[in-house]
């Protein structure tokens, strides 16, 4: 801690993480529930990663972005759930610098924006699939992917840079208690001694703008793909057209809803533990359950994944022969 002259406070320089409260002796169950979700959101997230690289029936632009929302998920759960694990074994509650804060913010800020035009580029991506498929080669190049991953990337990054760059300046000081589990905008900003009107309008304003374009060019594009979808004559062909969409839309369901939950419930006292149940839904089970939905729900994955362990299978057929005959 350190003292300003002029004004006689006292600044911090960490930050407590209340977490869920002071667990004592019970924080080992939550622990190890939350040490298993983290092991299979990466298991799972890096399985869809090599399985896209490895299988070339794979090598489409749905599952291009699909390998680049399984490394985003991947990033994500690293960002928050090391950390939150660390402070669980501790009790529940843990310690971390005011520069360590800003960091996380920063990944989460920017995971988080890159995520919106990620899922928006792929709702676009099955839209041009089922309302113009005989022009999907075309609209749905290898350079115009590359363009949109970039794009969804840089978009995460840009509004980002400016809240933190304006983060930077405040000063901090009081009981230094954030009543989260990661650092996130709300928690830290009571924190600051100085005035934080601007950068509050600043930010819902950029918030506003790096959220609301992907999630309208998402609902337009799904309300376009379901009205084609509900004109096709054949039961078996809305089947299989909605297949091909029905793990995005759920995907996208799952994060925006709980994310508008979380930011348009009234920041009290009272809904803050709330707030923190729902923040799990998009920070831990999201990225969790994407590999689950998407694996469960696509036919082409699970066939995929049943090369893999075949050819897995007959190397270790292969290999236990010539490593018994070696040892005679």
């Not at 002796?25 to 990663?49: C, E, H, K, R, S």
């Not at 309300?223 to 089947?239: A, E, W």
Request: proline fraction near 4%; include cysteine; charged fraction near 10%.
């Amino acid at each position: 801690m350190e003292k300003t002259g002029q004004e006689n406070r006292t600044l911090i320089t960490t930050f407590l993480l209340l977490g869920f409260g002071d667990l004592e002796d019970q924080w080992f169950l939550p622990f190890l529930l939350f040490l298993v979700i983290y092991v299979a959101t990466m298991a799972g997230n890096i399985l869809i990663i090599m399985l896209v690289i490895i299988d070339h029936h794979l090598h489409t632009p749905m599952y291009f972005f699909l390998a680049n929302l399984s490394c985003l998920e991947s990033c994500y759960s690293s960002n928050i759930l090391p950390l939150m694990l660390a402070n669980l074994s501790k009790g529940g509650q843990g310690t971390i610098s005011v520069t360590g804060c800003m960091v996380q913010y920063y990944f989460f800020g920017f995971l988080a924006v890159s995520e919106c035009y990620l899922l928006a580029a792929m709702s676009y991506d099955r839209y041009v699939a089922i309302c113009n498929p005989l022009l999907y080669a075309t609209l749905m190049n290898g350079q115009v992917c590359l363009q949109l991953i970039a794009g969804s990337w840089i978009s995460g990054s840009l509004a980002i840079n400016i809240t933190i760059f304006l983060m930077h300046q405040l000063q901090f000081c009081g009981s230094g208690e954030i009543n989260h589990f990661f650092c996130d905008f709300n928690p830290i900003l009571k924190l600051s001694c100085d005035d934080t009107h601007m950068i509050k309008l600043l930010t819902i304003f950029l918030a506003a703008l790096c959220s609301l374009p992907p999630f309208l060019l998402t609902l337009a594009s799904y309300v376009s793909i379901i009205s084609v979808i509900v004109r096709i004559p054949s039961t078996t062909g809305r089947k299989k057209a909605f297949s091909t969409c029905s793990s995005h839309l759920t995907v996208v369901s799952l994060f925006y809803s709980t994310i508008i939950i979380v930011y348009m419930l009234p920041k009290t006292e009272a809904l803050q533990d709330l707030n923190k149940v729902f923040s799990l839904f998009y920070t831990v089970l999201t990225p969790f359950l994407n590999p689950l939905i998407y694996s469960l729900r696509n036919k082409e994955v699970e066939e995929a994944f049943r090369k893999v362990i075949a050819r897995l299978c007959m190397f270790q057929r292969t290999i236990e022969p010539n490593f018994m005959h070696s040892l005679i």
